[in-house]
């Protein structure tokens, strides 16, 4: 509610899904429009807003008549100004499996997936352990410290650019063209703005891995771009402009949800010192300490999808054309699905929430997100006493995607 001059509340605009509440506090926002109605027409997005874990979870796996080709259909209008000017940047971005839909999203998929291996990921866990322990010192002597740049972001940009098989020299230049290009992609900004950053950022991050992926093409190694080069299915198999598109995704998706994940699983364990408490005594916990992370403040709001198709959803006739947003953080919050959804509980099981997509396009990277996730919060729950959360006023990145804090200060307590 926001107060009047005369002490009055007014009631929030459903509406703006970039408003101080919608951003700041996702739990409220969403709940209000799922009460007003589960689906939900928006005049300002021009589209309809799904916030039930039914309907959610139906769009999703809806994959014939809800498109994710952000290139064709009302999508389409978006680049249209841009894409004279930035051919080569949509050109990548349409190679990318979470914009495709079949056959094409089949084709690249199925070629990932003979790489990118739960084994193959299993395979990460010295590292990534190795890692944790490293930048966990960072944390340690009981000052202050910004928990997205100490440890957050910089453990998932070094496990992903080493899986890729970047040099350990290229991790902040990563970094920092990862960030613009995520603002295109989390629609960041002003449109001109964000296609002028993305276009840099993906022509940098481009002359990184392209020379890799030559290199790969003479000398495998073991790591995901040679698998992505020398893999096939039924005769199948990448071209050079699929596999650098796919590994330019990973990057930056591989990094910036994990960060998020990271990030906020510290502020739900700040908020909930007796959740620590319980995680301290049995790091076995983290397992399901990572599914309630992702549940209750999931690094990602939102995906857009477009009606290829009439449908109906949620007692709504979704018309051809429409845009649908399928909002995964209101429908992991959802009464009818969850016992008390905004309570955070890590023996919640089981857990079937929606942070990582569902049906198709469920997230690749997940196995990944979760084993950094898991390997930091056990270790740092052995190591340090409690957390304290220093930043008292938690801004989140104004975006109507991704959930993402804007900074984090933290103060771990050694035990």
């Not at 990548?92 to 084994?119: C, E, G, I, Q």
């Not at 891995?209 to 030559?214: D, G, N």
């Not at 992505?228 to 071209?239: A, K, L, N, R, Y």
């Not at 997230?363 to 930043?391: H, K, M, N, W």
Request: aromatic letters at 8%; one cysteine or more.
């Amino acid at each position: 509610m926001t107060a009047t001059a005369t002490g009055e509340s007014t009631t929030p605009d459903l509406d703006d899904l970039l408003s101080e509440q919608a951003i700041n506090d996702p739990n409220t926002y969403f709940r209000r429009l799922r009460e007003a109605a589960p689906v939900r027409w928006n005049p300002r997005w021009h589209g309809w807003i799904v916030t039930s874990y039914t309907d959610v979870t139906a769009g999703f796996r809806d994959h014939r008549r809800l498109s994710s080709d952000r290139f064709r259909g009302p999508f389409a209008r978006d680049v249209t100004e841009s894409k004279n000017q930035y051919a080569e940047l949509i050109g990548f971005m349409s190679k990318w499996m979470f914009t495709t839909d079949r056959p094409y999203h089949t084709h690249l998929r199925s070629l990932v997936n003979t790489a990118f291996t739960p084994r193959s990921v299993e395979r990460l866990t010295p590292r990534i352990r190795e890692l944790v322990h490293t930048l966990a010192d960072s944390l340690r002597g009981g000052e202050v410290v910004n928990f997205m740049t100490k440890f957050a972001f910089t453990l998932p940009v070094i496990v992903i650019a080493e899986y890729l098989g970047l040099s350990p020299e290229t991790r902040q230049e990563v970094r920092a063209l990862s960030e613009d290009l995520g603002a295109l992609i989390f629609v960041q900004g002003s449109s001109a703005e964000r296609f002028a950053n993305g276009d840099r950022a993906m022509n940098g991050l481009i002359d990184l891995i392209r020379p890799v992926v030559r290199a790969r093409t003479r000398e495998p190694r073991d790591d995901l771009i040679s698998g992505m080069i020398h893999t096939g299915v039924d005769g199948d198999s990448f071209t050079e402009d699929e596999i650098i598109s796919n590994a330019v995704l990973m990057v930056f998706a591989g990094h910036e949800t994990t960060m998020n994940l990271l990030a906020n699983g510290i502020v739900a364990f700040g908020r909930s010192p007796g959740q620590w408490e319980m995680l301290k005594g049995d790091q076995g916990l983290a397992r399901t300490a990572v599914e309630e992370v992702l549940r209750i403040d999931g690094p990602i709001k939102a995906l857009a999808r477009w009606a290829s198709e009439p449908l109906e959803l949620g007692g709504q006739h979704i018309q051809a054309n429409d845009r649908v947003l399928l909002v995964q953080h209101a429908a992991n919050h959802d009464p009818a699905f969850f016992t008390d959804p905004d309570r955070f509980d890590i023996r919640r099981w089981p857990n079937k929430h929606v942070a990582f997509g569902s049906g198709i396009h469920t997230c690749l990277g997940a196995p990944l997100a979760r084993l950094e996730t898991q390997e930091a919060f056990a270790y740092l729950a052995r190591e340090f006493d409690s957390i304290e959360v220093v930043t008292s006023d938690l801004r989140y990145v104004s975006t109507v995607v991704s959930h993402g804090l804007t900074g984090l200060d933290v103060r771990f307590h050694a035990r």
